[in-house]
């Protein structure tokens, strides 16, 4: 167990110091460069990995309310919300990032054509949208996670080793677990579809390339790098996504929590945004040729 709650630690602090990387970066790109809208997603999107891997993990968030002398059912409500609300803030920029690439990406004969125009008007609506649904819609799990008292007498989940789900109403449960699930599908399946649109298009290119031997057409353009990345990013999504899902929805229908899966599930809760940073760091150009510059500075001093 202790093994396990290492590895832990460590995916959590190689997610935050590779986020906060990402984070500095993308601020110096929007404070003093013209950023693309890509951009301007991405960086929401790394600021809430950070606090995703903090409360995800039950790590160095705990320490810092136990170190203010926070109470403990405040501390549980408070970290269980953000995770949460933090969790769907993911798949839901996640999403909207892949449908931005697809929508960049599609041809001028396409019917997309009239969005890409519009395109900065309908993501500032979307990102409204999103993080306010997403803020509100967690807030009525609050009422049932609190500080852990006596599991045998009170039928608990214990999720932490202070906290605990309480136990609910069979249909308010259900109805929690249909909307969850229901948005979590719609969005998975909306990330498929455009994931489908975009290796279709490249494949298209490709082909194109192939049959005009043109080895300028062969190279990467930044259009083709960003769409394989998003596309990485969406299969990696997917794929934690789902081992997260039957793990809780397991765990929440038979009402018991092992500790070893817990600490399993932490883990793959933290993969995807400890994975992210990682793959857009090594597939931007500008990052790789802001290093190189560095290193180069560095051998030259």
């Known amino acids: 167990m ?3 709650n290492n590895v832990l630690y460590f995916q959590a602090g190689l997610g935050v110091l590779a986020n906060m990387f990402l984070l500095l970066f993308y601020t110096f790109i929007i404070l003093f460069h013209r950023p693309k809208l890509i951009d ?4 929401q999107l790394t600021s809430i990995h950070i606090v995703l891997v903090l409360t995800g993990g039950d790590t160095w968030l705990t320490d810092v309310f136990e170190s203010l002398n926070f109470e403990n059912d405040f ?3 408070a970290t269980f919300y953000i995770s949460r609300a933090m969790r769907g803030l ?6 909207l990032l892949s449908v931005f690439q697809a929508v960049i990406i599609s041809p001028s ?4 054509t009239n969005i ?7 993501i500032t609506y979307a990102v409204f949208y999103i993080w306010s649904f997403n803020l509100s819609f967690s807030i009525n799990l609050i009422f049932y996670v609190g500080a852990f008292t006596n599991a045998s007498e009170t039928n608990q989940i214990k999720v932490t ?5 309480f136990p609910m109403n069979y249909i308010f449960k259900a109805l929690i677990l249909t909307a969850t699930t229901s948005r979590d599908v719609f969005l998975v399946g909306v990330m498929l579809t455009t994931s489908a649109y975009m290796v279709i298009i490249l494949f298209r290119h490709h082909r194109q390339c192939k049959h005009l031997h043109s080895l300028s057409h062969l190279r990467a353009s930044p259009e083709k790098r960003a769409t394989k990345t998003i596309l990485l ?19 929440v229908l038979l009402w018991m929590y092992h500790p070893v899966i817990l600490t399993v599930q932490k883990f793959v809760m933290n993969a995807y945004p400890t994975i992210t940073p990682l793959v857009q760091i090594s597939s931007d150009n500008r990052i790789i040729n802001m290093l190189r510059n560095f290193r180069s500075t560095c051998h030259q001093i």
């Open 2 to 4: 202790s093994s396990l």
């Open 233 to 251: 990013l969406v299969v990696v999504f997917v794929i934690t996504y789902w081992v997260d899902f039957i793990i809780s929805s397991t765990a």
């Open 75 to 77: 501390k549980c409500k």
């Open 161 to 165: 080793k202070s906290c605990s789900l």
């Open 109 to 112: 004969s396409s019917l997309l």
């Open 90 to 95: 993911s798949i839901c920029l996640t999403c």
């Open 40 to 43: 301007l997603i991405s960086c």
């Open 116 to 122: 890409k125009l519009k395109l900065k008007k309908y």
